[in-house]
Nanobody, 125 residues
Framework: QVQVVESGGGLVQAGGSLSLSCAAS????????MGWFRQAPGKEREFVAA????????KYADSVKGRWTISREYAKNTVYLQMNSLKPEDTAVYYC??????????????????WGQGTQVTVSS
């Protein structure tokens, strides 16, 4: 069993920055590939960013590429999502997820096994 807990959401003006954190616990954290997805009101959940188990590879959705950075800190079993140049269309609930089956940075929701409860990010115009 793996517990996934996100933090760091909030309200920010367009052009601003936020940093999300995700702590995973319960099994060997270094074996996890981890990712971030988001779901806006009335829309399906979509991929945002992912990082491989050894942080050798990262992957980003086109909509956030160049603006955001995913990273991980093994000592704290934590993954971060640094979000810069935020836009109103980034408003969504952001979910952190863990894959115990795949070590690579995947954009596929089906590759992930455990999900956090989500944290709200709201970007005002």
């Amino acid at each position: 069993q793996v517990q996934v807990v996100e933090s760091g959401g909030g309200l920010v003006q367009a052009g601003g920055s936020l940093s999300l954190s995700c702590a995973a616990s319960g099994r060997t954290a270094s074996s996890y590939a981890m990712g971030w997805f988001r779901q806006a009101p009335g829309k399906e959940r979509e991929f945002v960013a992912a990082i491989s188990s050894r942080a050798l590879n990262t992957k980003y959705a086109d909509s956030v590429k160049g603006r955001w950075t995913i990273s991980r800190e093994y000592a704290k079993n934590t993954v971060y999502l640094q979000m810069n140049s935020l836009k109103p269309e980034d408003t969504a609930v952001y979910y952190c997820t863990v894959s115990l089956r795949y070590g690579g940075s995947s954009h596929r929701e089906s590759d992930y096994d455990y999900w956090g409860q989500g944290t709200q990010v709201t970007v005002s115009s």
